[in-house]
């Protein structure tokens, strides 16, 4: 890997990780088309950069991170049913990983649902709503929706987001909520990623290597910033149904793809 291949990576990650079109795919198409080879350094860099992602969260809502206990207590309640299936399934989400049709055939089924969403949830889109409706049975029910975003494809802010929907939200409050749970979700799967290159892989960072974290954390930052502004003002606008339509797009080019047999050889878990 080397500079340009972090920076158009961290693009990518900082593109895909807050709407509801799959970061994993995106990645697996990216890192694929470039030939990048899947290593130790790779794996963590693909989720290491999730830092960058999860500050421009923080940078942008600092208001919302500063109200009472509340609030941390109903991200607590969101994020925990993700800890428990993670440490309950580890092995069966670890084998889907390694499937990169489940990633294409998952974009495709969220696409599709997605087609449909406007319609579904029509009045729920001229309703105002905010964090504070979101109670602590809604917040539980929000983190089980989460936990079907460990199948790859699935995007873990569409299943949060649809979460919160199926609670009576505002398409609005229920993708600024999905982004502030993403805080605690990224920062676990960022800390225990580097936990396991340095112990398990017993890796050490060389100063090029620091130097593509930093400038791909930099560049996921910037990008995911403009990318959730941007997103928040699409969706109040024109609804869900063009990222169904991207979905479905995005899934068919995978599948096909594994069909041609392009992705021999890709380790899916390294996004």
């Known amino acids: 890997m080397n500079l340009l ?9 900082g593109l895909t990780e807050f709407l509801p ?3 994993t795919g995106h990645m697996i198409i990216g890192s694929t088309a470039m030939g990048i080879a899947s290593d130790p350094f790779v794996k963590v860099f693909t989720v290491a950069i999730q830092f960058g992602a999860i500050l421009s969260v923080l940078v942008l809502y600092w208001r919302r991170f500063l109200q009472n206990v509340n609030f941390y207590v109903k991200l607590l309640v969101a994020f925990l049913p993700a800890v428990v299936f993670g440490l309950l399934f580890k092995k069966v989400i670890d084998q889907l990983l390694e499937n990169i049709l489940v990633v294409g055939l998952a974009l495709i089924a969220g696409g599709i ?7 579904v949830f029509e009045r729920r889109s001229r309703e ?9 049975p809604k917040a539980l029910y929000i983190g089980l929706f989460q936990v079907i975003a460990m199948v790859p494809g699935v995007s873990r802010s569409a299943a949060t987001i649809i979460g919160g929907l199926t609670q009576r939200l505002s398409p609005k409050t229920a993708a600024e909520f999905s982004f502030f749970l993403a805080v605690p979700t990224m920062f676990a799967a960022t800390a225990k990623s580097l936990w396991d290159y340095f112990t398990e892989e017993g890796g050490h960072f060389t100063q090029d290597e620091i130097v593509l974290l930093a400038a791909g954390n930099l560049v996921a930052f910037v990008v995911a910033w403009i990318a959730i502004k941007a997103f928040i003002q699409f969706l109040t606008n024109n609804g869900f149904k063009i990222f169904g339509y991207y ?25």
Not at 5 to 13: G, N, S, V
Not at 113 to 119: E, K
Not at 247 to 271: H, Q
């Open 113 to 119: 649902v997605f087609l449909f969403l406007d319609n």
């Open 128 to 136: 105002e709503t905010s964090e504070a409706d979101i109670t602590l």
């Open 21 to 23: 079109v799959s970061s």
């Open 247 to 271: 979905r479905i797009t995005v899934g068919l080019i995978i599948v096909v793809l594994w069909a041609l047999g392009y992705f021999e050889g890709v380790d899916v878990g390294a996004f």
């Open 5 to 13: 291949h972090a920076i158009i990576l961290a693009i990518i990650e």
